[in-house]
């Protein structure tokens, strides 16, 4: 079973991106992390942006440890965030700025899209949730703001895609990801023409959608030189939500899931996208995944949250009865959380909290509007967070039920947030379900997953989920 095969795996998160490198051992998946390298937006003009040039040297620096290891992947994949994009020109250089989601360009823009589209047919037309950061929205401000930019441009590549074109010199437009932007007709499972052309977008920016296991190429010549090998790039699901739902432990076709990261993605998998008025109101979208499998589900801000006071506090952020020794990882914040009292919440998913100038003060603002205790410290503001994201998990999960009329046992939580021991405690106690947490790295491994299944190693989805359980195991709440 491919035990002498390696994979190569690049993840790229908001905040990170690793090289991880896997392959199957007497029927287990094993895997080792071989590169890590930081990520995060920065700021030019006044905008948030990507700095591509930056990540594309560490997807290079990442490959080359392969070689120095002489441990040479068969195939690689790359899969990032979801919305955003770059654009070249007609000698495929690149052209304006590669925005970040966070950028604050679209505010308000989305009132520009439903003079043309009124909202209730834009979901009708792609069951994407309403975000003000989709890739529609962006484009729409790029058009008002920026004309010159889209008038140049000759194609649009989502962020991996857009690396995989400079490995191998392909330009590949993958699903996934795709469906993201709210730009994805899901009865096609194509671009929605129509919609892009009365939204006044170049159709020409707008190709065939490749799926998930689909070879890109091999690797440019140049790039050979760099690495010092030649490897096949295969597409994995390049949203990385796509790839960790993927690697759900879990063969039933009845089962909740929340991929938790920087966004808890919580929902489930269904054979067709739901674009009902209920499903609008709730906030729930369809994602399109691996083999088709809609991932209807709902955006929760997730431990985006946390991140950010943490960092915050790791900075210096002063508080009563601070002292040099507090510690301020995710296990101690996790620990601390635990003992204190305060018994106030937030509702998470409100948009104060996508991107306030400090997330401690919006949170302790949010409990005093709301006449609650202000917490004070890092345990207590932490214990509010933790709280506040359980009830989140509640009440999508009785949306859910309520929307596709199916009851769920259990939720299986993956990706880095599974690790969080007294979040998955409160969470199997705020929705009365089992928790089955794990594995952490799911979205490195469905990006594996696609890679392996491709190859032959495993025949399908389920095959694969089956070895997920079988090599990593789950805890269960």
Not at 59 to 69: D, L, R, Y
Not at 172 to 179: C, D, F, G, L
Not at 225 to 232: E, L, P, T
């Amino acid at each position: 079973m491919g035990d002498s095969k390696y994979y190569l795996a690049v993840d790229i998160g908001a905040s990170s991106g690793r090289h991880i490198l896997g392959r199957v051992e007497n029927g287990k998946i094993s895997y080792e992390e071989i590169h890590r390298f930081y990520n995060g937006m920065d700021e030019e003009d006044g905008h948030k942006v990507w700095n591509t040039e930056r990540l594309f040297e560490e997807i290079i620096n990442g490959m080359k440890k392969c070689s120095e290891m002489g441990k040479i992947p068969v195939s690689m994949g790359i899969d990032t965030w979801g919305v955003d994009y770059v654009l070249l020109d007609k000698n495929d250089e690149k052209v304006g700025k590669s925005y970040a989601y966070r950028d604050d360009r679209t505010t308000d823009i989305d009132k520009e899209v439903y003079k043309t589209v009124p909202e209730n047919e834009l979901y009708e037309r792609t069951g994407i949730q309403k975000a003000i950061f989709n890739t529609i929205y962006q484009l729409e401000a790029l058009k008002l703001k920026e004309p010159e930019i889209l008038d140049k441009a000759e194609s649009l590549l989502m962020i991996p895609d857009y690396f995989h074109f400079l490995l191998t010199g392909v330009k590949k437009q993958e699903y996934t990801n795709a469906t993201t932007g709210q730009l994805v007709d899901p009865k096609t499972k194509e671009w929605d023409i129509e919609l892009i052309k009365r939204l006044g977008f170049p159709e020409r920016l707008f190709g065939k959608l490749s799926m998930p296991g689909t070879k890109v190429g091999n690797l440019k010549e140049e790039i050979q030189k760099q690495v010092g090998y030649d490897c096949m790039v295969i597409l994995p699901a390049t949203h990385d939500t796509g790839s960790a739902v993927m690697s759900v432990p879990s063969t039933s076709d009845n089962v909740l899931y929340i991929s938790s990261g920087t966004w808890s993605l919580f929902g489930c998998e269904a054979e067709k996208a739901d674009c009902s008025e209920a499903a609008r109101h709730a906030n729930f979208t369809n994602e399109g995944g691996y083999d088709y499998r809609y991932r209807f589900l709902k955006n929760i801000m997730g431990l985006w949250m946390i991140q950010s006071v943490k960092k915050e506090f790791e900075q210096g952020y002063e508080y009563p009865g601070k002292s040099s020794e507090d510690d301020y990882s995710f296990a101690n914040l996790c620990e601390k959380a635990k003992e204190a009292e305060i018994t106030s919440v937030v509702d998470a998913n409100s948009p104060e909290f996508l991107a306030p100038a400090s997330m401690i003060k919006a949170v302790q603002e949010a409990c005093e509007k709301t006449g609650q205790t202000v917490p004070v410290t890092p345990w207590e503001i932490s214990r509010v967070i933790y709280r506040s994201l359980a009830v989140c998990y509640r009440k999508a999960a009785e949306e859910i039920e309520q929307i596709t009329g199916k009851h769920f046992d259990s939720i299986n939580i993956v990706g880095g947030g599974s690790n969080a021991d007294y979040l998955n405690r409160l969470t199997a106690k705020e929705t009365g379900k089992t928790i089955y947490a794990g594995p952490g790295e799911a979205t490195a491994i469905g990006n594996l997953g696609a890679q392996m299944i491709a190859d032959g190693i495993f025949d399908d989805l389920m095959s694969f989920r089956k070895c997920v359980f079988d090599s990593f195991g789950v805890t269960k709440y």
